[in-house]
C-alpha cells in the first residue's frame, strides 16, 4: 500500500516538475524542476530495487551534470527571464500536436504487446537486487558481456575531457 | 497494486514531454536538459524492465547510458560557450552555420 502511495505522489511530483521545465520561461527556474525531476526519478529507481542507480542518479545528475548545467547558465549571463525572446508563432502548439500524436502512438504499440510474465514479476517486494553487491557481482563477472564496454566506457570519457577542453579553450 | 505497465507509462509521458521541450524551446541549454529528460525517461524503463524479469542487466545499461551522458552534456556545453564566444548569441534561430 505505501509504495502504491509513494508511486502515485512521485508520478504526480515529476511529471508536474517536467512539464514546468517546459513552461516556464527562465533557464535557471528550468534547471531546478530538472533537479525535482531527476529526484523523483531517483525515487522510482530505489522503488524499483535499483538502490546503486539511485544514489548515483542523484550525485552524477542532481549533483555534477546539474551544475554544468547551472554554471553555463550564469557564465553566458542567460538567468534574466526574456533574454532569447520566444519566437510568437505557431511553433508551440504544433509541436504540443505533435508530441500527444507522439505519446499516443507510443502508448498504442506498446499495448500490443503483451509483457511475458517472468517468474520475478513482483514489484512490491524487495530484494538485493540492485545493491552495490549485486550490481559489481555482475558487471565485473566475466560470463556477462559487460566487461569490455566499461572499459570503453573510459576511453569515452577521456575523449569527452579532451573534446570539452579542446572546445571551450580560447584560440591561441 | 503498482505493475511494470505503470512504469512504462509513466516513463512514456516524461520521454513525451522531452520531446515537446526540445521542439519548442529557442534556448540549446534548455533543449539539452530537455534530452537529459529523454535520456532518463529511457533509464527508468530499462530499470523497470530489468526489475519486470528479475534480472540485473537491466541496470547494466542504465550505468553506461549515464556515462554517455555525462561525455555528451561536458562536450555539448563546451560546444556552446564556444558558439556563444563566436557569435555573441547562442538562439538556435540565429546559430544556423550549416543552412547555405
Redesign the interface.
Known amino acids: 500500500m505505501a509504495t502504491v502511495i509513494a508511486f502515485w505522489v512521485l508520478a504526480i511530483i515529476s511529471i508536474v516538475a517536467s512539464i514546468s521545465m517546459v513552461v516556464t520561461k527562465n533557464p535557471v527556474r528550468s534547471a531546478l524542476a530538472l533537479v525535482g525531476t531527476f529526484i523523483c526519478v531517483a525515487a522510482f529507481y530505489i522503488l524499483l530495487s535499483a538502490q546503486f542507480i539511485a544514489a548515483v542518479q542523484v550525485i552524477v545528475y542532481a549533483g555534477a551534470i546539474m551544475v554544468l548545467f547551472l554554471f553555463v547558465i550564469m557564465l553566458l549571463n542567460l538567468g534574466a527571464p526574456g533574454t532569447l525572446r520566444e519566437r510568437g508563432s505557431l511553433q508551440p502548439l504544433v509541436a504540443s500536436g505533435l508530441g500527444v500524436c507522439f505519446f499516443v502512438a507510443l502508448v498504442l504499440s506498446g499495448s500490443l504487446v503483451s509483457l511475458p510474465q517472468a517468474a520475478a514479476a513482483r514489484p512490491e517486494v524487495f530484494e538485493p537486487l540492485g545493491t552495490v553487491r549485486g550490481v559489481g557481482i555482475n558487471l565485473f563477472d566475466p560470463k556477462q558481456p559487460w566487461l569490455f564496454p566499461f572499459e570503453a566506457t573510459s576511453i569515452l570519457l577521456l575523449v569527452a575531457v579532451v573534446g570539452a577542453i579542446i572546445m571551450a579553450k580560447r584560440k591561441v | 497494486?503498482?505493475?511494470?505497465?505503470?512504469?512504462?507509462?509513466?516513463s512514456?509521458?516524461?520521454?513525451?514531454?522531452?520531446?515537446?521541450?526540445v521542439?519548442?524551446?529557442?534556448?540549446p541549454?534548455?533543449i539539452?536538459?530537455?534530452v537529459?529528460?529523454m535520456l532518463?525517461a529511457a533509464?527508468?524503463s530499462f530499470?523497470?524492465l530489468?526489475?519486470?524479469?528479475?534480472q540485473?542487466?537491466g541496470?547494466?545499461y542504465?550505468?553506461?547510458a549515464?556515462?554517455?551522458?555525462?561525455?555528451?552534456?561536458?562536450?555539448g556545453?563546451?560546444?556552446?560557450?564556444?558558439i556563444?564566444?563566436a557569435k555573441e548569441t547562442?538562439?538556435v534561430?540565429e546559430v544556423n552555420l550549416l543552412k547555405s
Do not use: Y
Request: proline share 0%; glycine share 8%.
Open positions: 497494486m503498482i505493475t511494470t505497465s505503470h512504469f512504462l507509462v509513466l512514456a509521458i516524461l520521454f513525451t514531454t522531452g520531446v515537446i521541450g521542439l519548442v524551446k529557442r534556448n541549454i534548455v539539452f536538459m530537455c537529459e529528460l532518463n533509464n527508468l530499470i523497470a530489468g526489475r519486470h524479469f528479475g540485473v542487466n541496470q547494466m542504465v550505468i553506461f549515464l556515462a554517455v551522458a555525462a561525455a555528451e552534456v561536458s562536450v556545453l563546451g560546444i556552446i560557450v564556444a556563444f564566444r547562442i538562439n534561430d
